[in-house]
């Protein structure tokens, strides 16, 4: 992944005919929980969708399903944004795409509040909400 990365930008014409095979190998490859492979996935969808991006965006369903599968890793977020800046087109399910991001940011938003309540239940505990 990181060969594929690092020379995206002089291989674009190689990129933009092989898109197939190395949409299909990153799907196939990075789909996993290793850390420093998906973040190498990540950097080279970033890295083809800003210098292949009307190839990429003929795998734009494929892609997108593979990166919300992996949206809570620290780079899947930021990746789905700027492929998804770069391609010509939106998802083919753009109303389920839609619905997606907002249960995930509902879940968030509930994860959150209940972590600020454990918080701040912990503080109390230790007598930290006591005024000077």
């Known amino acids: 992944l990181f060969l594929l990365y690092s020379i995206v930008e002089s291989q ?3 990129f933009s005919e092989y898109i197939d095979i190395v949409v299909k190998y990153i799907v196939e490859y990075a789909d996993c929980e290793d850390d420093y492979i998906l973040t190498y996935a990540f950097y080279l969808l970033i890295e083809m969708a800003e210098y292949v991006a009307p190839s990429l965006t003929t795998k ?28 010509l087109d939106p998802p083919s ?3 389920g795409f839609i619905q997606t991001l907002i249960t995930i940011s ?10 600020n309540k454990r918080f701040v239940e912990k503080r109390k505990q230790k007598g930290f909400d006591k005024k000077w």
Do not use: C, P, W
């Open 12 to 14: 674009q014409e190689y």
């Open 60 to 87: 734009i369903d494929i892609i997108v399903t593979f990166l919300m599968k992996h949206v809570n890793h620290q780079e899947g977020l930021r990746t789905l944004d700027i492929v998804l800046d770069h391609a």
């Open 93 to 95: 399910d753009l109303s």
């Open 106 to 115: 509902q879940q968030a938003n509930s994860e959150h509040k209940i972590g």
